[in-house]
C-alpha cells in the first residue's frame, strides 16, 4: 500500500454509507460531490463527523497539554483513521499511542516518527515487527509496556536469537489493585526497573500509568483517586533516578485517558536529573461524545472553571422503519453500526419529513435495545405519535472507539450536513 493509498484511498459503494449510485472515488473528491445528507444523497444509517465540533475539539485539547506544559500523545485505536492521525500531528501533538503492533503500522505509515504502545508486547512476532518497523524509518522511536519479570523473560528469549538487535525501548507500567496491568507494589517495580536496566534487550525510558478504569466523574473521589496513583508513580520514578536506571536523556513520564486528564496532567512534570517529558494519551477527545464522556466534561469544565471544552463530532442518522405499536418506533440502525458497550445511543433529534429544521428530541425518548440492524425507540408524548416511517432520527453516542471501528469510511460535514470531506479507517 503506498502512503496515497492510505491517506487517499478509492472508496465505492462496497463501503457502507456511500451513494449507491456513485462511481468509485478517491477520498479527496467526496467533498466535491455535492451530496447532503439530510436531501438523501447518501443511503442510512450513517455515522458523520460534523467538521466544526473536531477542529474545536482538536484546538482546545492542543491547548490544554500545552497549558499544563506537557505533551500530547493521542491513543490512534480510537479513530484508527490516517486523516485523523495527520490532523493531530499537524495540531501540534508529539506523537501517537496505539495498543498493538499491527495499529502503530498504520501511524508510522501515517507519518508518526514518536509512537508509545500503551500495552505489553512479548511475543516474537510482534518485537520483530517493531524492529522491522524501526529498520525502516530512521529516527522512528517506539515505546511499550513492561510489567512484569516473565514478560521481559520472553523479550530476552527473542533478542538471544536475534542478536545484533537494539534493545527495545520499555516503559515501566504501575497499576491498580483489581485493574488491569501494571506493577501493583512498589517493591514489585522497583525490582523489575533494576532487572530491565541490567538486561541487553531492553532500555528504560520511563514510567507509564493509566487511571482512566478507576474514575466515577465525582470530583472529591476522581481526586483522592488519582493524587494516590500518581504518588506511587511519583515515588517509583525518583527510587528509578536515584539508582540510575533510566537509559535515555530524556524521560517519559505518562499517563491520561480521555475521563479525568486535568487530575493527572500536572502530576507528569517532576524534577528528575535529567529532562523529563509528561505525556496525556488521550484519545476519545477528538469526537467527544454525548454520554459518557460528555459526563466527565462536564466534571473537568466545572474543576477548570472553564466552558464545556469538547464538544460531540460524531452522530449517526437513521430512519424509521416501522411504527408497529402506540409508543414504539422501529429505527434502521443497530449493533453493527453504532456503539452500546457503555450505554445504548442517546436520541438527539428528529427530522419528519418535508420539513427542513431538524427538531430537538424530547426527554423521555430512549433507544430500550438493539439488535444487529434495528433499534427500538420509545416515547410517549405526542412527538413519538406522530413519527412516520421514513421520518429521520439523529443518535448520538457514548464512546466513540465503539463507533468508529463499525465504519470503513465517514463523511465529515458542514453545519447544514453538506459532505466537505471524508476520513476513513483502519481496524
Known sequence: MTLQDLLDPTLDASQKGFPHHSGPLRRSAIGEQGWNVLRGDLPLPLAVIRRDALEGNLNWMQRFAGDHGVGLAPHGKTTMSPQLFRRQLDAGAWGLTFATVGQLRAGVAAGATRCIIANQVFRAIDLQGIDDLKGSHTGLSVAFLVDSLEQLALIEAWKTTNKGTQPHDVLLEIGVNGGRTGCRTHEQALALAQRLKSSKATCLVGIECYEGLGAVGETAADRAYAESLMERVRDIAQACDEQQLYETDEILLTAGGSAIFD??????????????????????????????????????????????????????????????????????????????????????????????????????????????????????????????????????????????????????????????????TYF
Request: glycine share 10%.
Open 263 to 424: 487530575l493527572v496532567a500536572d502530576h507528569l512534570k517532576l524534577k528528575l536529573s535529567r529532562p523529563v517529558r509528561g505525556l496525556l494519551r488521550s484519545g476519545c477527545y477528538v469526537t467527544h461524545d454525548h454520554g459518557t464522556y460528555h459526563r466527565f466534561m462536564n466534571s473537568v469544565a466545572q474543576r477548570m472553571g472553564c466552558g464545556h471544552g469538547l464538544h460531540a463530532a460524531m452522530e449517526v442518522w437513521a430512519a424509521v422503519q416501522s411504527c408497529p405499536e402506540p409508543g414504539l418506533a422501529i429505527l434502521a440502525v443497530g449493533k453493527r453500526d453504532i456503539s452500546y458497550d457503555l450505554e445504548l445511543p442517546i436520541p438527539m433529534g428528529y427530522r419528519p419529513q418535508g420539513r427542513a429544521a431538524i427538531a430537538a428530541a424530547p426527554g423521555d425518548w430512549k433507544i430500550g435495545g438493539m439488535n444487529d440492524q434495528h433499534a427500538y425507540l420509545r416515547g410517549s408524548g405526542n412527538e413519538h405519535k406522530a413519527l412516520r416511517v421514513g421520518d429521520l432520527v439523529v443518535l448520538g453516542i457514548s464512546h466513540p472507539c465503539t463507533t468508529f471501528d463499525k465504519w470503513r469510511w465517514m463523511p465529515v460535514v458542514d453545519a447544514d450536513y453538506n459532505v466537505c470531506d471524508a476520513i476513513v
